[in-house]
């Protein structure tokens, strides 16, 4: 699936599965804050993709979904190497999923995120 906002900050879905993701994103100086860490909005733009992303994997034909909510913590600064976002889908319902994802780098974790998204019929 082509993803314009995905190409614009540079993230890559290298795993999609039924319920489950994988994205990678590139510390870069054009994703850093004024502190010299990658932006907290890069970290959550990779939980929230690849929360769509797994719940994806999990849907029937002519269902689509979108974000209903998304928490995330962080828990330390990204400077150099590679980002990946594990996600995973915890709970689906008929119309509600609840999915969480781990941010690591450099075999550190992050951040963590957790949301819900709704689940319906694609118009």
């Known amino acids: 699936m082509d993803h314009p906002y995905g190409r614009l900050i540079g993230f890559r879905i290298t795993a999609q599965g039924q319920g489950t993701s994988t994205l990678e994103l590139d510390a ?27 719940l994806y994997g999990s849907l029937v034909k002519g269902e689509s979904c979108a974000t209903i909510n998304c928490a995330i913590s962080y828990f330390r600064g990204v400077t150099t190497g590679t980002i990946t976002c594990t996600t995973r889908v915890t709970n689906k319902g008929r119309s509600v999923a609840t999915l969480q994802s781990e941010i690591w780098n450099d075999g550190k974790l992050v951040a963590t995120a957790n949301g819900q998204f709704s689940i319906f019929a694609r118009r």
């Open 28 to 54: 870069r100086d054009d994703l850093m804050n004024p502190h010299g860490v990658v932006h907290g909005a890069a970290l959550y733009a990779l939980a929230d993709t690849g929360m769509g992303a797994a």
